[in-house]
């Protein structure tokens, strides 16, 4: 009876249950190491990693939750998705501001990033839009219209204030599109009109964004300075993309391809990326083991974007490896599950959800070693978060869902074969 309750409330496929329970020990582990610097601000060792393990409880709760619906309600929260996500990403532009960026917003207290619910609405919408307008030769090409439309009113509100997260979403929808049989017509030109536009961006930008750094008095507070030591005024424009600086820096130092001394190098100009690379070079075949990390005590967000690079420390490259072949793993078995489906609507929806996580996992480990830009973008499933964490879980509940509950190919064909067997006396 105790073993038929517990599979009744733990379905679906068994190993993207044995993947994510595989990344959470690692984030546990992880995310407890890597914590010095919360640690030492709050003077309680154990807080960061109870808070973070309780959010991981609360995340496989609504995991478990999600997983015990059938795919086909899922089709039923979209709208309203979608229109709280804008409503939301709306509200959060007037927020305070978190290191330079608005991208929580408070309810009852509890930290909440929009953009994550923005997301998953918007795997939804295109999900359903590329399922409903399945023809014999692939998408209608009407499908194409109606995704740009939606993602339109999703996509420039996150871009505003996170820009990495905006490319991340709008490649997964592109590569959603492609897998929808969208003709490869609209998808070209899309291509040619996002390189266009991103050139446009990037040498707006380069306009917009001050040269000037920004540096950190004794209070911590950050001051920008100009050539004139005034503070000028700002259009419409720089207001709009205030963050043009920071992603300008960004983008300098990752083309700066000039060699620096070791005893030349300023570790105070750029640390998070110094101190990453010595964490990796520290690091050998198995690494300094679970706890023993240096870095983490001088390395900024290291329980966070740059947990890869702890990992990497502390686990070597075979756990570094471990953890890039979980993701890549994830993937390849949503893509089995998807190609199990019998309708187009559930298939596509694993294929996004499990894509947003794989993209944004890879990206995240692609900063860490320095093959791309710094930016904010944390790892799924294993660094310290709180609506991320959450989010996360619902998205591995819904395709444990879609692989419990979806209709299967081949239990479409038995039932086919069922239906034509003559009826004997």
Same mark, same amino acid.
């Given at each position: ?16 249950? !044995? ?32 808070? &973070? /393990? ?16 059938? /795919? ?54 295109? #999900?359903?839009?590329?399922?409903? $307008? ?18 339109? /009113? ?5 871009? *505003? ?7 991340? @979403?709008?490649?997964?929808?592109? !590569? ?14 899309? $291509? ?8 446009? #961006? ?12 920004? %540096? ?14 005034? *503070? ?9 993309? &205030? ?22 190098? %300023? ?7 110094? &101190? ?9 075949? *198995? ?21 890869? #690079? ?6 070597? !490259? ?9 993701? !890549?793993? @994830? ?6 599950? #998807?190609?199990? /489906? ?61 692989? &419990? ?21």
């Amino acid at each position: 009876m105790g073993d038929k309750g517990f599979n009744s409330k733990f379905k679906g496929d068994g190993v993207i249950w !044995i993947i994510f329970f595989f990344l959470c020990i690692i984030s546990v582990i992880e995310v407890y190491s890597s914590s010095s610097g919360l640690t030492y601000k709050t003077d309680n060792y154990w807080a960061p990693v109870v808070k &973070h /393990c309780s959010l991981i409880i609360v995340g496989i709760v609504f995991m478990i939750a999600t997983l015990n619906i059938k /795919c086909k309600y899922f089709k039923l929260v979209t709208p309203f998705a979608l229109l709280l996500s804008i409503i939301l990403l709306i509200a959060v532009l007037f927020a305070s501001k978190t290191n330079g960026a608005s991208r929580w917003l408070e309810i009852c207290g509890i930290p909440f990033q929009p953009s994550e619910l923005a997301k998953g609405a918007l795997i939804l919408a295109e #999900a359903q839009i590329l399922s409903a $307008m399945q023809t014999e030769k692939g998408a209608d090409p009407r499908a194409f219209t109606y995704i740009l439309i939606v993602s339109a /009113c999703i996509i420039p509100l996150i871009f *505003v204030e996170n820009f990495s997260t905006a490319f991340l @979403l709008a490649l997964v929808v592109f !590569i959603m599109m492609f897998i929808g049989r969208v003709p490869l017509k609209q998808l070209g030109r899309l $291509m040619g009109i996002v390189i266009l536009t991103g050139v446009i #961006a990037v040498s707006a930008i380069w306009m917009i964004g001050d040269d000037e750094s920004l %540096d950190k008095n004794k209070e911590g507070v950050k001051t920008e300075y100009v050539a004139q030591g005034e *503070v000028k005024e700002k259009s419409k424009l720089e207001k709009i993309l &205030h963050r043009s600086s920071t992603w300008k820096s960004r983008i300098k130092k990752f083309l700066n391809s000039e060699k620096v001394a070791p005893e030349d190098y %300023d570790l105070d100009k750029d640390a998070q990326v110094a &101190h990453a690379n010595i964490a990796i070079v520290s690091s050998n075949i *198995v690494g300094q083991m679970p706890g023993n990390s240096v870095e983490r005590d001088f390395l900024s967000q290291a329980f966070s974007d740059f947990i890869y #690079a702890i990992i990497i420390e502390e686990l070597g !490259i075979l756990g570094a490896l471990a953890v890039c072949m979980a993701y !890549i793993i @994830l993937l390849f078995r949503t893509a089995i599950i #998807a190609n199990r /489906c019998a309708n187009t609507f559930p298939a596509l929806l694993v294929m996004g959800f499990a894509l947003l996580l794989v993209t944004q996992a890879m990206f995240n480990m692609a900063v860490a070693v320095g093959l791309a830009p710094v930016t904010g973008q944390p790892l799924p499933l294993i660094s310290k978060g709180g609506t991320s964490t959450i989010v996360n879980c619902v998205y591995i509940g819904v395709i444990l869902s879609v692989s &419990h509950s979806a209709k299967k190919k081949d239990e479409v064909g038995k039932e086919q074969l069922t239906s034509r067997q003559p009826v004997t006396a």
